[in-house]
């Protein structure tokens, strides 16, 4: 069983900076990506940008140059750096990896419960 525990969400005010983490802890053989979606309310789940174990990081327009997305592989971590925040980034944030548990066995996809993000003054 693979869990997937974020953290770092809560109040900031416009312009302002938060660091999201999200650890996978269980049965963990390998990871191919890690990434970072959100929900606001009335809205779909969105991606926010994933980081593929190996391969090129990607992320949604609205978050370029702004939101960075890093990993710690040794420590099965994702991170997400928020700046320049607009209270349109409102929103939950979740964690979202695909991982296999052991040689040979495919791959699943994990969501985390998610962290609450409020961008308001």
């Known amino acids: 069983q693979v869990q997937l525990v974020e953290s770092g969400g809560g109040l900031v005010q416009p312009g302002g900076s938060l660091r999201l983490s999200c650890a996978a802890s269980?049965?963990?053989?390998?990871?191919?990506?890690m990434g970072w979606y959100r929900q606001a309310p009335g809205k779909q789940r969105e991606l926010v940008a994933n980081k593929p174990t190996g391969g090129n990081t990607n992320y949604a327009d609205f978050v370029k140059g702004r939101f960075t997305i890093s990993r710690d592989n040794a420590e099965n971590t994702v991170y997400l750096q928020m700046n320049s925040l607009k209270p349109e980034d409102t929103a939950v944030y979740y964690c979202?990896?695909?991982?296999?548990?052991?040689?040979?066995?495919?791959?699943?996809?994990?969501w985390g419960r998610g962290t609450q993000v409020t961008v308001s003054s």
């Open positions: 269980g049965s963990i053989f390998r990871i191919a990506t």
């Open positions: 979202n990896a695909l991982i296999s548990s052991a040689v040979g066995v495919a791959g699943s996809w994990y």
